[in-house]
């Protein structure tokens, strides 16, 4: 079976796109310079970094909308049983740093 085999550019441009979506720390600007040594177009970068942003951008809202439903469920809930709400935010969300302090 033939492997396929992408562009160089192609590769670059998949690779921006996703370090923007994954709001990864260097936001992909290392392949600024490889994308402008193949001739990619600034066009062509705004369009994926447009669709990159929208895609992070409507994956955010989406867990917040998630987390919102939750949120409103587990307060519905309490305020009929009248009892203090039993979120365990540590275990879910919170662990020490590997020099055991808390992050929360």
Known sequence: MAQAILHPSIVSLVSLAANIAANHPR????QLDKLEQFGVTKEQIDLVVEIARHIRDEAGQKLDARFDEALTAKMESASTHAKPLNIPVA??????TPGGKSCC
């Open 27 to 30: 936001q992909g600007l290392c």
């Open 91 to 96: 275990e879910a969300c919170c662990t020490p």
